[in-house]
């Protein structure tokens, strides 16, 4: 009986570690996304009632968002994210990483460093972005 918990665990944990895997391998699939201003892409990776909240303060849904992004209003030059890790549970999943960031907002011209966080759910065994929030920061921890 010992040995069948001890594999059900040792199985349990291999899983979790593929999942964890598997939203970080998204939140590289979002940034791939949003530098080639793939909105296909973002379309079907985006949660219907995603909370899109920007380091300036704005917050898009969506369809804002993606309208922004095929506009030209929302470009991204540069995105270089490091120490992303990814917490799963059951049917939802947070990243957490840091970027520095480029681009053209409705501000303007950005050079920005930012913490971010990304809000996965699992849909219909599909999973979506459902929310993004980041943060200016000073610096980009090593």
Same mark, same amino acid.
């Given at each position: 009986?010992?040995?069948?918990v001890i594999?059900v665990m040792?199985?349990a944990?291999?899983a ?11 939140d !590289? ?7 080639a201003?793939?909105?296909?892409a973002?379309e079907k990776?985006? $949660?219907?009632?995603?909370?899109y909240?920007?380091a300036?303060g704005?917050?898009d849904?969506?369809t804002?968002?993606?309208a922004k992004?095929k506009s030209g209003k !929302?470009?991204y030059?540069?995105?270089?994210q490091?120490?992303?890790? $990814? @917490?799963?549970?059951?049917?939802s $999943?947070?990243t ?13 011209k950005?050079?920005?460093?930012v &913490?971010? &966080?990304h809000?996965?759910?699992?849909? @219909?065994?599909?999973?979506r972005l $459902?929310?993004?929030q ?5 610096t980009?921890p @090593?």
């Amino acid at each position: 009986m010992k040995l069948f918990v001890i594999c059900v665990m040792l199985t349990a944990g291999l899983a979790q570690a593929e999942t964890k895997a598997d939203i970080v391998g998204l939140d !590289q699939s979002w940034r791939k996304a949003i530098l080639a201003k793939d909105t296909a892409a973002l379309e079907k990776m985006l $949660a219907d009632d995603l909370v899109y909240g920007h380091a300036t303060g704005i917050v898009d849904t969506k369809t804002s968002y993606i309208a922004k992004v095929k506009s030209g209003k !929302q470009l991204y030059q540069s995105l270089e994210q490091t120490k992303v890790r $990814a @917490n799963v549970y059951e049917s939802s $999943a947070v990243t957490h990483s840091y970027m520095h960031v480029t681009g053209v907002n409705q501000d303007g011209k950005f050079d920005d460093k930012v &913490m971010l &966080m990304h809000f996965w759910v699992k849909q @219909n065994g599909t999973w979506r972005l $459902a929310g993004h929030q980041t943060t200016k920061v000073a610096t980009i921890p @090593n």
